[in-house]
Nanobody, 119 residues
Framework: QVQLVESGGGLVQAGGSLRLSCTASGRTFSTYALGWFRQAPGKEREFVGSITWSTGNTYYADSVKGRFTISRDRAKNTVYLQMNSLKPEDTAVYYC????????????WGQGTQVTVSS
């Protein structure tokens, strides 16, 4: 199993930037990818982006493409979500998740960190 802890959330003004961090521990040697998801009040959980652990290939939802960037530091077992040009609709609880090489989906989740973008 993998344990994930997010940090870096907070309150920012529209147009501002914020960087979230997710640090993994436990059975990280079998990690295939780390992903970011978000959930706003009254809405379903939404995929934001992901990065493959070995190659660093990234994938983004259309809603954040060009504004958000995912990166990872393998030595620190940490993945980052750099968020620029933030909009009020980006307000949500952001979660990181891990997918193992032997699983078909994301199966380990962090506790989430709140991001609030004011207008």
């Amino acid at each position: 199993q993998v344990q994930l802890v997010e940090s870096g959330g907070g309150l920012v003004q529209a147009g501002g930037s914020l960087r979230l961090s997710c640090t993994a521990s436990g059975r990280t040697f079998s990690t295939y990818a780390l992903g970011w998801f978000r959930q706003a009040p009254g809405k379903e959980r939404e995929f934001v982006g992901s990065i493959t652990w070995s190659t660093g290939n990234t994938y983004y939802a259309d809603s954040v493409k060009g504004r958000f960037t995912i990166s990872r530091d393998r030595a620190k077992n940490t993945v980052y979500l750099q968020m620029n040009s933030l909009k009020p609709e980006d307000t949500a609880v952001y979660y990181c998740a891990s997918r193992g090489r032997s699983t078909s989906g994301f199966d380990s989740w962090g506790q989430g960190t709140q991001v609030t973008v004011s207008s």
